[in-house]
């Protein structure tokens, strides 16, 4: 299973777009988020010492706004599971 998720900067609003994140969690964590960001191809939080996603506009604190579990299918589980 996999958690599609997009994070959303509190100051601006600003989205960084969607990311397909491969886990059984609820949730994804901020390592998974890390991953999916950087490998994802979309535009990237800046990361903080802490650990925290920051916006790269403004540099305001990110935020996961929507989260949704998807099925993935047999084929392109080969496909995610490669990008992770």
Not at 71 to 76: D, K, L, P, T
């Amino acid at each position: 299973m996999a958690v599609r998720a997009e994070l959303y900067c509190y100051f601006c609003g600003h989205g960084l777009g969607e990311v397909l994140v491969p886990t059984r969690a609820r949730r994804p964590s901020l390592e998974q988020l890390r991953t999916a960001y950087a490998t994802g191809g979309r535009e990237a939080p800046v990361w903080d010492d802490s650990d925290q996603p920051l916006c790269p506009r403004c540099g305001g604190q990110l935020f996961l706004e929507r989260f949704e579990h998807e099925v993935i299918r047999a084929h392109e589980r080969r496909t995610l599971k490669r990008a992770s």
